[in-house]
């Protein structure tokens, strides 16, 4: 039977906050150095920065972006990327095992930022490093008072502070992998002890406890408890990160991704919900989704090369992943999935931004381009505004190995005062689905029938056509062939495997 959906803005999952259109940019392979900073390329304005990029992440649409890792930030020294370019020591990064010139800090990357519309989210080190640092740290980028640090920053060309409002608190640290990695009841008292110092010098700040980096991590659950129940006072945030990519050619159970990252946000919301209960506590933890995409991994894994003990290179080519047209449908998915829970997703960053499992791509000295993930989060951040809708959908399902019964079409709509937007997917591999949605109660809301804006659909016949350097523009998006709202009803056609939008005003 033919799928239907109703959207009725008394279904409003909660107001959605901007910064779930976040981005994150690590130093790691050529996301900065030959990606956004390339001085010798025909585009570069005057401190270095691409032109051509810069256009693509305004054009994407991010709302705050998170700096400067992901695994790096666990040995990064913040000192060593302010001052004069040429006086900045070079280090070995040994998360990527390269060669970090700090060509870019701070100060360079803010001024990246002013120029592409973004805030900064900033981590410490709590790897390497500890509370102290944080506190330097914090100190150099928030204060206005006349110290040491606000005048090394003055004379390092800004006497205004950064004003950074979200900070997180080191990054995956229940990972083995992860420089200074410690067990959750160390890092649980090391981060209390961090955020209550860093709002004794800057009250006003918003702090981000790290989370589990996966669902998988054996001490998911018992993490974030555990994480809490030290730090649940001094915090705002727990984080969750998630990566999806298709295993052994089997696209029907990649398309399943998004109802793992569902079960995610539930089950730290309960543990989070738990800690408070425990402490008679009416607050609610909020979670930052910071690092989410697909990313091929275990591709990644198998390939990596090793590295001589001498051999640290600067910038090389590391997960550069290609996305195909499957690989945006699944990311189009987790988009929906986090508007799904707008009420306690506050933040969330796609990692990562440029060239390293990227939405844009650059060849140094030549061009930068979309990749098929770009669509969704562009017509996403762009269309979704203002409140989160619920939009139950009675569709077909199909079997996952891990999740059961599945079902086919998945959907959300945002509602402002100018109209509706609707996301919707089609997760099926074999069935186009001729979805009817039911808008009888948004025009009662909106006192008349709301028509077609603009419609985008993404599909393409061949699942894994992807946009490239000698074929940039392969994929792309296209209008709805013809949707149409009648007798109060939105008639759509959706082809197997696609992600689409709908804007109605
Ligand atoms: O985004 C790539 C890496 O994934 C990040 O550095 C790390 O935090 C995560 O494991």
Known sequence: SRPTAHIDPRNEIGTID???????????????????????????????????????????????????????????????????????????????????????????FQAWLDRVGSELMLAVNLGTRSTEEALDLLEYANTSVDTTRTRERAANGRAEPFGVTVWCLGNEMDGPWQLGHRGADDYGKL??????????????????????????????GAWERTVLEHAFDDVDFISCHAYYEERDGDAQEFLASAVDMHRFIEQVVATADHVAAIKKSDKRIMISFDEWNVWYLTRWEAQARTYGPDEWPIAPRQLEDQYNALDAVVFGDLLITLLQHSDRVRSASLAQLVNVIAPIMTEPGGIAWRQTTFFPFSITSRLAD?????????????????????????????????????????????????LTVDLTAVAAEFGRELRIVETHLLHDDDLYAANTLGAPERVGVRGIDGAKVTGGSLALMLPAVSWAAVRLG
């Open 18 to 108: 901007r910064r779930i259109f976040g981005g994150f940019v690590e130093h790691l392979g050529r996301h900065i150095y030959d990606g956004i900073f390339e001085p010798a390329h025909e585009s570069a304005d005057a401190d270095g920065f691409r032109g051509d990029v810069i256009d693509l992440v305004r054009e994407l649409g991010v709302s705050t972006i998170r700096y400067p890792g992901g695994n790096f930030v666990s040995g990064y020294r913040w000192e060593d990327g302010i001052g004069p370019v040429s006086e900045r020591p070079r280090r070995l990064d040994l998360a990527w095992h390269a060669t970090e010139t700090n060509e870019v800090g701070l100060h360079e």
């Open 191 to 220: 981060a209390s002890r961090t955020a209550k110092a860093m709002r004794q010098l800057d009250p006003s700040i918003e702090l981000v406890a790290c989370g589990s980096s996966g669902r998988t991590m054996p001490t998911f």
């Open 386 to 434: 203002a409140r989160a809708v619920r939009v139950p959908v009675r569709s077909g399902t199909f079997t996952s190995a891990r999740f059961g019964e599945v079902a086919t079409v998945n959907a959300v709509a945002t509602m402002d005062d100018e109209g509706i937007s609707l996301f919707v997917v089609n997760r099926s591999t074999t069935d186009a689905e001729d």
